[in-house]
């Protein structure tokens, strides 16, 4: 038994539809020599990619590889620079900043919170096992000297 593939006659990569007229029914050979005519006639790399993936001769991985690496260099549309250059959340002010870090220094931690942030810190290994040495305690002690908020 064949296995067959939904090829679009005008791929996606090139603005094509799920429209079913843009579509047939073909074989995985049919559809990997459907990509690679395409390729030879048009040059379009989506085309190249379709026809190695499809025929074994690369991966799923490689293939998105291939277009992360082609995609650098590449210009953005003068569209896409300007949302790129929208603010992404509120700019807080020196002020407010100053505010919001007054507001909860010194601020109790509910038991529950306590809780919450010990489970969430269960099985993370970043900082343990790490044992400093005399000279590394020195330093460490020096840098927290005259630092109000420093651990005693």
């Given at each position: 038994?064949?296995?067959?593939?939904?090829?679009?006659?005008?791929?996606?990569?090139?603005?094509?539809?799920?429209?079913?007229?843009?579509?047939?029914?073909?074989?995985?050979?049919?559809?990997?020599?459907?990509?690679?005519?395409?390729?030879?006639?048009?040059?379009?790399?989506?085309?190249?990619w379709?026809f190695?993936?499809?025929?074994?001769?690369i991966?799923?991985?490689?293939?998105?590889?291939?277009?992360?690496?082609?995609?650098?260099?590449?210009?953005?549309?003068?569209?896409?620079?300007?949302?790129?250059?929208?603010?992404?959340?509120?700019?807080?002010?020196?002020?407010?900043?100053?505010?919001?870090?007054?507001?909860?220094?010194?601020?109790?931690?509910?038991?529950?919170h306590?809780?919450?942030?010990?489970?969430s810190?269960?099985?993370?290994k970043?900082?343990?096992?790490?044992?400093?040495?005399?000279?590394?305690?020195?330093?460490?002690?020096?840098?927290?000297?005259?630092?109000?908020?420093?651990?005693?």
């Amino acid at each position: 038994m064949a296995f067959t593939h939904i090829h679009h006659i005008i791929p996606k990569h090139a603005g094509g539809t799920d429209d079913p007229s843009n579509l047939i029914e073909v074989t995985i050979e049919q559809h990997a020599e459907l990509h690679l005519a395409r390729y030879l006639e048009y040059g379009e790399r989506g085309d190249w990619w379709a026809f190695m993936g499809l025929s074994g001769q690369i991966g799923k991985e490689e293939i998105l590889a291939e277009k992360c690496r082609s995609m650098l260099g590449k210009q953005h549309s003068a569209e896409t620079k300007s949302k790129m250059k929208k603010p992404h959340g509120p700019k807080h002010t020196a002020s407010s900043k100053a505010k919001i870090s007054a507001a909860r220094k010194g601020k109790p931690k509910s038991p529950e919170h306590k809780a919450k942030i010990s489970a969430s810190l269960k099985g993370n290994k970043n900082g343990q096992g790490w044992k400093p040495n005399e000279t590394q305690l020195k330093k460490l002690s020096d840098a927290m000297k005259g630092n109000k908020n420093a651990q005693k």
